[in-house]
C-alpha cells in the first residue's frame, strides 16, 4: 500500500500524461517532421569534410590546412594526421588547394585483410606545378587515433596547370560492394571556361572521375603510380586514358555513393550560368560525359558554340546562379541519407556555398531516375536557423548514416530530429511519474515527505528518448 501522497501524484501524473498523449497525436497528424541541426564540433581551421571507417563511432575532421582530426564519441577531438605546414608540410593551400578528400578504405577495421587499417587522402603537393596527389597512410599500429606519418605511399600523382589555383575537386570514395576501387575527382584544372578544353580531352586526367585499384600495381618500375587499371574500365583498349571513369565534370568538389544502393551522385560547380548534380546507377557501365565545357547544367555554356557532344549526360537537377531560394553561386554535392531518421530515408541532401548557406533535398524516382515532381524541398530556414553556418563546405556521413554539415569557418552540425513541444510534455509527465513511483517502491517516504524527479533517472530517459541519430556521438 503506498503512501497517501504518492497515489495522488501518481494519480494526476497518469491523467496528464493520457492528455498529453492524445494532444500529441492531434498534432501529429497535422505536422511535418522537425529535423535540426545541432552542433558536433567547433573552433575548427577551415574544415571541409568529415567522415568515419565503416563501424566506427569517431568522426574524422578534414581542414583545408592539411590536418585530420579524430573526434571521439565523447567530444574529445584530437590531431590524427598533421600533413600542413604545421606538420609534413606536404601541401600547398592556396585558393581551391589544399587537404581536399579523405576516404577510409572498406577493409580499414578487418584486421588481416588488404586495407586493414589503411586511408586515403587527396591534397594538392607543393611540387612547381602543384599538382593533385592521392596518397595512403596506415593508422599507427600502437594508437588507434594518430596515423602514422612515416606510413606514407603515393597511389596516384595528377598533373596540374601550373599557376592555376582553382578547380581542382578532391573528393575520394570507395563505391560499397567495390571494396577495391577508389574513385577520384578531378577539376578542370583551373582558370574559367576550361580555356585547355581538358575535361573532354580523354588523354587529360583532369575535369573527370577517375577510377582505380589500390590493391595492384600495373607500374613496377614507377615509386609514384601504385595501382591498378580495373579491367572494366570504359576506356581500356580503346583511345583515353585507362584511369578514366567518367569525364565532362568542371569542379566536381564534392560527390557520393548512396550506402545503399551505390549510385554515384556528383556535385559538379558551375561556371557563371548553372550549378549542377549528376548521377550514375551503381550498375552504369562508366564512360559517361557530363558534358563540360559544352554543357553547363542543361544549357548550352554561354562561352561557346560547340555542338553538344554525342551521348553527353544531363545533370539530374541543375540550379541557377543567384540569391534565391533555389538558387546559389556552388553546388555541395551531398548525400542520399540513409541514418535513423526515417522520413528521410532516400532524400538526396545538398547545398550550395552561398553566404549563408543553402540546404536542400530532392529525391529520385528509382524507375525514371528522375527527380519526383514535388520532391525538391528547402531545408535551409529549417536546418541554418540560429547556427553559425556562414559557408557550408561540404556534407559528411558518419558510419551509421547520420548526415553532417560541415562550416568552412570553423564548425561542424549533424542533423538531429527535433523534439516537438508535445514529446517534451509528454516526456515530462512521464519522468515525474515514473520518478515518483521508483521511489515509492524503493523506499516508501514517511507522510508529508517531498517526492521528487531522479536526476540520474531523468538523464537516463533522456537518452532514451534522444534519437537514434545520436549515434556515434554524445551531445
Ligand atoms: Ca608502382
Ligand atoms: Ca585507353
Known sequence: MLPQPIDRFTTVGRDS??????????????SALAVEARLVASG?????????????????????????????????TSTFLDIGSTGAN?????????????????????????????????YVDRSSSNNTVV?????????????DPGSRQTVISVLQPSGLDNHKAGWIGFRPGEPDNLYIATGDGGSGDDPQNRAQNLNDDLGKMLRINVRGDDFAADANRNYSIPSTNPFVGQAGNDEIWAYGLRNPYRDSFDRQT????????????????????????GGANYGWRVREGT????????????????????????????????????????????ELQGQYFFGDYVSGGRIWSLKLDPVTGKVIPGSLTDWTATLLRGTRIGQISSFGEDAFGNLYVVDLGGTVYTL???????????????????????????????????????????RAMLSRLSPAACRGWRP
Not at 19 to 25: E, K
Request: charged share 15%; hydrophobic share 45%; net charge negative.
Open 135 to 147: 596518397a595512403r597512410y596506415q593508422v599507427s599500429a600502437s594508437n588507434p587515433n594518430v596515423a
Open 416 to 458: 538531429v530530429p527535433e523534439p516537438a513541444t508535445w514529446m517534451l510534455t509528454v516526456a515530462g509527465l512521464g519522468l515525474l511519474l515514473l520518478a515518483a513511483r521508483r521511489r515509492a517502491v524503493r523506499s516508501a517516504p514517511a507522510r508529508g515527505q517531498a517526492c521528487e524527479p531522479d536526476p540520474q533517472l531523468f
Open 262 to 285: 551505390g549510385d554515384l551522385w556528383i556535385g559538379d560547380v558551375g561556371q557563371n550560368s548553372r550549378e549542377e548534380v549528376d548521377f550514375a546507377r551503381a550498375n552504369a557501365a
Open 44 to 76: 575548427l581551421s577551415q574544415p571541409l569534410f568529415v567522415g568515419a571507417p565503416t563501424g566506427d563511432t569517431r568522426l574524422f575532421i578534414v581542414q583545408k590546412g592539411g590536418q585530420i582530426l579524430v573526434r571521439q564519441p565523447d567530444g574529445t
Open 90 to 122: 606536404l601541401i600547398n593551400t592556396s585558393g581551391e588547394r589544399g587537404l581536399l578528400g579523405l576516404a577510409f578504405d572498406p577493409n580499414f577495421a578487418q584486421a588481416g585483410a588488404a586495407g586493414f587499417g589503411t586511408f586515403y587522402v587527396d
Open 17 to 30: 500524461v493520457l492528455a498529453a498523449i492524445a494532444l500529441a497525436i492531434t498534432l501529429d497528424a497535422s
Open 299 to 342: 544549357i548550352a555554356n554561354p562561352a561557346y558554340s560547340d555542338p553538344t557532344p554525342a551521348g553527353a549526360v544531363d545533370p539530374i537537377y541543375d540550379y541557377t546562379h543567384g540569391s534565391g531560394a533555389f538558387q546559389g553561386i556552388a553546388v555541395i554535392g551531398g548525400y542520399v541519407y540513409r541514418g535513423p531518421v526515417s
